[in-house]
């Protein structure tokens, strides 16, 4: 039986040399084709090159009827080499005729080789033709066989997109294997709708320098590459460089890989045949990336994920190209980026100006990223699983945050809908700014203070645009989450005194570090716990451990030298922990005081009411806090036992229902005997029924998301309080689910926009 006789190495040297001799375009691949021909043993060897429409064209021929060159032509898809090109992978028949895909042409002569033995040329994830050798007798090749030939198929790809082959390639790329539309359903993380071109966040490797000069170099190089791999993931699964917590997983991972003996020795294999250190990378790479797109089981999936991860960081490390798109100086003005996942921190690192969405494979809505692309305003799409499988460079994308899904390539129509959507958006916007400047003020004359909360100096812009009072409630932790190392006491000052200045004497409420549940920090060891939400948390560690908050504590005081400060504590439980957390603030500022710091001009402490047992002592707690912020996220969750994050609990109680309602209701009125200020940070107050009936009840401050505060304020100006208290106060003691239909009810009729 012939085997692949002289091997790829001497084949890759020759088409080196067939590379290096002045020719034309078709007589080199007239070339190549003998080539292939003769050291395969082959009686026929084709070239199938991809030209616009996804048709393939028979290019160069050896043994094939000559003139059926240009003229032979299957669509992708049609006859074996159609189904090569669109399955992107080898196909290795004994009896061509018997397969069912088998098409055949007449003018190629092609009748009387049984053996086929067809591989894609692939480069970069695009199927650019197809590379085929035929022979009389019937049998299977040899995997050493389809090897060589899968090599020399990755060379020929290489040959045709280097721009030699321009006339060819021209057109192909945008149509062929990643040319369909699709659209992909994910998890909503950020708001708002986004049109605009694929950035790979990550930026695949492409790999040109294909055939070794001298092989025992190649293997040193891979060798060495493999080790600097290697140090880089035991460090980082030290926790040296990568956060710990979801990364963990996905590092162990890649630990476990990049000791794969396997793996390791495919890629030494290659390296033996003639291919440079990247080449060989890529070569087993290439096979993976087909083996994972035929993986249904979705754990396999996302192993060999991680083994493509893997694969390109290799690569990166063996080329230098080590940066993410951030540092790339060709990033489009509408980028949308597209990752498996990526911390805070690195998307802070992109162009704001061209940043317009962010889509990802993995990521929570209580993820960081997800935090920072709300605060940026950017809409996220988390959760679109395979989308890095689909998208390529450039190519054009809708993000819609608001909905949860991603059109790649979208479709005319399709197009045409979300640029409107975009335009309506734009215009309700346009009359929200009309409104920033009027005060919230209802029909019967209650002024309702509206405020933003805020978390990063990015968020305060917005303070300005939106046209609101203050910061309701600034979630200091977000800096944290974002930082690689505790922030050190001059940083923090830093921080907190360009938030004040940026506020420009509107006020600021500072919460103290909320940590812990979902909010790590990547810096800080935490014991895993069987419920972190009713766990070792915010004012919980605070108390125990209180040197960070002592030093954040004085950060803040220093920072708000000469000025107003306002802070206050999270997931207060009981008065005393309250009084406890208060005097640490009490001890820090008699410290500044001692040594002569300017300290601030009038210092507010607040409690943040989110532990339903705090209800219990309202008016001990009345007694001692300058004001109270009502946590409705928590408040709401613990008060229903019922996970604020979990998908099959979403929607199950509604916070317009009586008890949650009567709570608010008798928080309002115990600070009002009090003279005590009651606001509302959570997410409700940013919605326009709910924000309605919170004013009902008596609220007249709230903070929420920025985009919130024109349709909130665009329902104030057309609402009664007094006449909605009167209606909703008796509705409290109704043993309903909700509330909701009747509050809708009272809007309509008395023609509140909500
Ligand atoms: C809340 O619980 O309502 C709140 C505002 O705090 P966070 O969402 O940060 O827990
Ligand atoms: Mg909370």
């Known amino acids: 039986m012939p085997v692949a006789a002289a091997g790829p190495r001497i084949l890759l040297k020759r088409l080196r040399e067939v590379m290096a001799e002045p020719e034309n375009t078709q007589n080199r691949l007239n070339k190549i084709a003998a080539l292939i021909a003769s050291n395969m043993i082959a009686e026929v060897c084709s070239i199938y090159v991809m030209r616009p429409g996804g048709v393939l064209e028979l290019y160069a021929t050896e043994g094939l009827n000559p003139t059926a060159v240009h003229k032979s032509k299957l669509r992708v898809g049609e006859g074996l080499v159609g189904t090569i090109a669109a399955e992107a992978r080898p196909l290795n028949v004994q009896d061509a005729y018997a397969h069912p895909a088998f098409k055949y042409l007449p003018e190629t002569g092609e009748e009387i080789y049984k053996s086929f033995l067809g591989v894609p040329l692939l480069r970069a994830g695009l199927t650019l033709g197809v590379l085929v050798v035929q022979n009389r007798a019937s049998r299977l090749y040899t995997e050493d066989e389809e090897e060589a030939l899968q090599i020399t198929a990755m060379v020929l790809a290489e040959i045709i997109a280097s721009g030699e082959f321009d006339e060819i390639t021209a057109d192909v790329e945008a149509d062929v294997a990643h040319v369909r539309s699709h659209r992909v359903v ?210 054009a994308i809708i993000v819609d945050g608001s909905g949860g899904e991603v059109h790649i390539r979208p479709s005319p129509d399709i197009e045409h809908a979300y640029a409107e959507k975009v335009r309506f958006y734009a215009k309700r916007q346009e009359q929200y700014r009309a409104l920033r400047d009027v005060p919230a003020v209802t029909v019967d004359g209650e002024r309702i203070a509206l405020q933003i909360n805020a978390g990063l100096l990015v968020d305060l812009p917005h ?213 005590v200020p009651v606001n509302l940070c959570g997410e409700m107050a940013g919605r326009p029924l709910e924000a309605m009936a919170l004013i009902g009840l008596g609220l007249r401050s709230i903070s929420m998301a920025p985009t919130a505060i024109g349709p909130i304020k665009a329902m104030i100006l057309k609402l009664d309080a007094g006449k909605l208290a009167d209606y909703l106060l008796p509705l409290l003691d109704l043993p309903e689910h909700s509330l909701r239909p009747h509050i809708m009810a009272f809007a309509r009729d008395n023609g509140v926009p909500i």
Not at 349 to 359: C, I, M, N, T
């Open 463 to 675: 303070l300005t645009d939106s046209g609101a009072d203050g910061i309701g409630l600034f979630r200091t932790e977000l800096q944290f989450m974002i930082s690689s190392a505790f922030p050190r006491m001059d940083q923090q000052v830093a921080h907190y005194r360009s938030i004040l200045d940026a506020a420009q004497g509107k006020p600021v409420v500072f919460r103290s570090l909320d940590i812990g549940a979902d909010k790590v920090l990547p810096y800080l060891a935490q014991a895993k716990e069987e419920n972190p939400a009713l766990g070792w948390r915010a004012i919980r560690m605070a108390l125990d451990r209180p040197a960070l908050m002592k030093l954040q504590l004085r950060a803040l005081l220093k920072a708000a030298g000469g000025r107003e400060l306002s802070v206050m504590f999270p997931m207060v439980a009981e008065v005393d922990e309250f009084r406890r957390a208060r005097e640490i603030l009490d001890e820090q500022r008699d410290y500044l005081e001692q040594r002569g710091h300017l300290l601030p001009k009038r210092i507010r402490v607040g409690s943040m009411i989110e532990v339903p047992a705090l209800v219990w002592q309202l008016d001990r707690l009345m007694e001692v806090a300058d004001f109270v912020s009502i946590g409705s996220n928590d408040l709401v969750q613990f008060l229903f036992a019922c996970d604020r994050g979990h998908p099959r609990l979403a929607g199950r109680y509604d916070p317009l229902s009586p008890a949650p309602l009567s709570i608010i209701r008798d928080i309002v009125r115990a600070g009002d005997a009090h003279g």
């Open 186 to 395: 994910g998890d909503s993380l950020a708001d708002g709708i986004a049109l605009g071109h694929v950035v790979l966040h990550e930026p695949r490797v492409v790999v040109t320098n294909l055939i070794a000069e001298d092989i025992q170099a190649e293997m040193e190089r891979l060798d060495r590459s493999i080790h600097a791999l290697q140090d880089w993931i035991e460090a980082a699964v030290q926790g040296l460089e990568i956060p710990r917590g979801e990364h963990r997983e996905v590092l162990e991972t890649y630990q476990m890989f990049a000791h794969d003996r396997g793996w390791l020795q495919r890629m030494r294999e290659a390296v033996r045949t003639g291919l440079t250190a990247e080449a060989a990378v890529e070569r087993v790479h290439s096979d993976n990336r087909a083996r994972m797109l035929r993986q249904k089981d979705p754990f396999l999936r996302e192993r060999l994920h991680d083994l493509e991860d893997l694969a390109n960081r290799l690569l990166r490390i063996l080329t230098g190209q080590s940066n993410t798109a951030a540092s790339s100086s060709d990033l489009p003005k509408d980028a949308i980026l597209v990752a498996r996942n990526m911390g805070p921190a690195e998307l802070l690192d992109y162009d704001r100006q061209k940043l317009r969405g962010v889509v990802l494979e993995e990521g929570g809505s209580t993820s960081h990223v997800a935090v920072v692309a709300r605060a940026l305003g950017i809409p996220l799409v988390g959760q679109a699983s395979g989308v890095l499988d689909i998208v390529d460079t450039g190519d």
